[in-house]
């Protein structure tokens, strides 16, 4: 079936430190470089490399590349608007440790027309996913129509807003967290994450692994980190999102996708840079293979 995608488009430009910037603090950069990212441009290159059929939504400015280099790693993205206001881009400062801080400006992930979605979703239904984030417009209305079409709504609470979340949870199949969102979303809304209303919960914890569990039934399957050389942790969490929503539509147990999405996500960290570092599925394979 097909993943759909209301997810940002970034220009990332990357600055690695040091150490990361403190209040009053200036810092030289020991290297600069610039590439394709976005929460939601990760999530469809990580699940296009895992083999899914995916079609972004979204919208990007006059400037063209961002959209083209998208294309070129393998996602269909005629729901792409071209907008007059600037591609969104973020500031990421990397560190030794692998550890970042990013600074967002969202440009024309804000400016695309809803109408856009909603041509994009009227050829889904039953079996397609439909993925989102918190980096575009449109999110409630996109996960509505999506429910309302019988699809599975994978949901990234990423950059955590607890409004965005409220709205946005009554439509989800499934919430995907960090460890640090998942402590965000507790703290906000008073309760611990086995009593939110939503049927799965993903939860990435960085060198501790992920979980997935089923709040109906309590079921969970944890899968411990691989053990690699972290030299860039930015977008590690785009890619388990993106590679375990393409396992799933691929028809793998919760298990094995879970495997598959935590090893793509240690290949990741390996590697400096966000979409063009996510590896491709038979890098992947050979990974898994490596660890016996
Ligand atoms: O999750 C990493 C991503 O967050 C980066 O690619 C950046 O663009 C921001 O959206």
């Keep these: 079936m097909t ?19 403190q209040p009053g603090e200036t810092l030289t950069a020991k290297t600069y470089s610039m590439g394709l990212g976005g929460k939601g441009a990760n999530q469809s290159v990580a699940a296009a490399r895992a083999g899914a059929v995916v079609r972004h939504i979204g919208g990007a400015g006059p400037e063209g590349w961002a959209v083209a280099r998208l294309e070129a790693l393998g996602v269909d993205c005629r729901f792409v608007e071209q907008v007059s206001a600037p591609t969104g881009h973020a500031i990421i400062s990397v560190d030794d440790a692998g550890e970042n801080t990013i600074i967002l400006y969202a440009g024309a992930n804000r400016e695309f027309a809803l109408s856009g979605v909603t ?5 889904a239904g039953a079996g397609d996913t439909l993925l989102i984030q918190n980096e575009t417009a ?6 509505r129509m999506a429910r309302e079409r019988g699809m599975k709504v ?23 967290l960090n460890a640090v969102e998942a402590e965000q979303l ?11 209303p939503v049927p799965e919960v993903l939860v990435t914890r960085g060198a501790q692994g992920a979980e997935w569990c089923d ?11 691989f053990p ?32 598959l999405a935590t090893a793509a996500a240690a290949l990741k960290v390996t590697r400096a840079g966000t979409a063009d570092a996510i590896p491709t599925r038979a890098e992947v394979e050979a990974f898994l293979k490596g660890m016996g």
Excluded: M
């Design 186 to 196: 507790s703290a906000a809304l008073g309760t611990v994450l086995a009593n939110l």
């Design 215 to 225: 709040l109906r039934s309590g079921r969970s399957v944890v899968h411990p980190a």
């Design 138 to 143: 449109h999110q409630v209305a996109a996960a």
């Design 228 to 259: 690699v050389e972290v030299i860039d942790t930015t977008g590690a969490g785009d890619t388990v999102a993106g590679y375990f929503a393409a396992a799933l539509d691929e028809g793998l147990t919760v298990q094995a996708a879970l495997r």
């Design 3 to 21: 993943i759909y995608n209301l997810g940002s488009i970034n220009i990332d430009h990357f600055y690695r430190v040091p150490h990361l910037v």
């Design 119 to 123: 041509l994009a979703l009227a050829g």
């Design 154 to 176: 994978i949901y990234s609470a990423a950059p955590f807003d607890v409004v965005a979340v409220q709205d946005v949870l009554p439509y989800a199949s499934l919430l995907a």
